[in-house]
């Protein structure tokens, strides 16, 4: 049997009443609550981030490619559907998907109302699956025959402000010279919490806006390109860049919406604060734990050192015990922690304000990897610092140790 697991499992074992034991039931305590409060912080960093980025990337794509243009009014220049970036986009590394689309200014009028909006036309190419969760009622916008669909999907707000119903037919007028109109049904309503959006967008057939601007089934506004990994944005849009037209300019979704990834940043660097003051208390509380553990036991120590101990033999049996307090912390912490995020995961039992936070709950991210990292990294640096109290036992004197009381 190895002397130093024996001897600190002999210490653990002690009277259950004593000082050091109440001490080293504190110190597993907040081994446990600063990892719950890390794993509970970086699930609902990643579900914000997760959440807010898909409600954003629902409507447009990470990338956007338009006609390069001067002109300062809304019109759009169109851009052709056989150029070599539409038909050849998916085979640039990191490229997952390409949709055209156009946009057109237009007002609603309605008995009561008018309201200004923007018509984004989509076509056979939508990204219907990462638009369909913001989907609250009715069904999207039938784009494929080669008719002319006069059907459009508007957002709850719109709807709640101009009190429109599925079905309801309304009048779109749009400011073109000369001007146009059109009567469209309501057959979709959605809700992605983003108000920038759902003020002012409007999903309708992008047929419907090849006509209102006469161009043929070839013209288009632009194109929303899709990338497989957020993270690496920078390197794919360079690609990109370097297959497009010298006429044609790339905008990244960052670029479009900096205040929303701001704001992710910031939150970001909150949690980040959070991890070092946490690590900082679990490391503070192992050292006074340990220290307390040595004073206890300095008679132990000096009959150790009588009986030829070397003082790294002595270190290594509150070594082993610190390390015991940390493994039962963190088992305690992740049972802690991935317990409360899977009660708010399955029940939502934390609300939000949509209007402030986009989303009506908290949301959580399963991010193994994350929690692991977390994990090791509260493990090796309160195993680390352990060493620093035992310094002590090599300056202990046997002689006083085993007179100390």
């Known amino acids: 049997m190895n002397l130093a697991r024996f001897i600190s499992q002999r210490i653990q074992d002690s009277d259950p009443q004593s000082f050091t034991n109440t001490v080293r039931k504190i110190a597993i305590g907040s081994v446990a609550v600063g990892l719950a409060v890390l794993i509970i912080s970086f699930a609902i960093l990643g579900g914000f981030r997760n959440t807010i980025q898909d409600k954003v990337f629902s409507l447009n794509g990470h990338l956007q490619i338009t006609k390069f243009t001067l002109n300062k009014e809304y019109e759009e220049s169109p851009v052709s559907t056989t150029l070599q970036i539409y038909q050849e986009a998916q085979a640039i590394p990191g490229v997952t998907h390409i949709q055209s689309y156009s946009l057109k200014p237009a007002l609603i009028k309605t008995d009561e109302e008018v309201q200004g909006v923007v018509l984004k036309g989509v076509g056979r190419d939508f990204n219907e699956a990462a638009f369909r969760p913001n989907l609250v009622e009715g069904r999207l916008v039938s784009s494929a025959t080669d008719t002319i669909s006069a059907e459009v999907v508007v957002s709850r707000k719109i709807a709640d402000l101009l009190h429109i119903r599925l079905e309801d037919q309304l009048w779109f007028y749009f400011l073109q010279n000369p001007p146009r109109y059109r009567k469209l049904q309501v057959v979709g309503i959605y809700e992605t919490g983003l108000e920038e959006f759902d003020q002012t967008h409007v999903l309708a057939d992008l047929k419907l806006l090849q006509d209102l601007n006469h161009w ?3 013209l288009v506004g632009g194109f929303e ?3 497989s990994d957020f993270s690496q944005l920078p390197e794919i849009s360079d690609r990109v860049f370097d297959a497009m037209d010298y006429d044609l300019q790339l905008t990244r ?3 479009r919406y900096p205040q929303l990834f701001d704001w992710l940043s910031l939150l970001r660097n909150n949690v980040d604060i959070f991890l070092w003051l ?3 208390v679990a490391c503070f509380n192992m050292i ?3 220290i307390i553990m040595i004073m206890e036991r300095t008679n132990m120590i000096g009959v150790f050192k009588a009986l030829g101990a070397t003082n790294w033999q002595v270190r290594s049996f509150f070594l082993f015990n610190g390390i015991r307090l940390i493994l039962a912390g963190l088992l305690l912490g992740n049972a802690m922690g991935l317990g409360l995020c899977a009660v708010q995961y399955y029940f939502r039992i934390i609300p939000l304000d949509a209007e402030n936070y986009f989303m009506s709950f ?3 991210a399963w991010n ?7 994990n090791l990294l509260l493990f090796t640096l309160t195993s680390l610092v352990l060493i ?8 202990i004197d046997p002689v006083k140790a085993i007179r100390f009381d």
């Open 288 to 290: 006074s734990t340990l």
């Open 388 to 395: 620093i109290p035992t310094v002590i036992i090599s300056r």
């Open 253 to 255: 979704i960052t670029d």
């Open 278 to 280: 946490i690590l900082l």
């Open 368 to 374: 193994w990897t994350i929690f692991l990292l977390l």
């Open 225 to 227: 390109l899709f990338v």
């Open 216 to 218: 043929p089934d070839t």
């Open 362 to 364: 908290v949301p959580i």
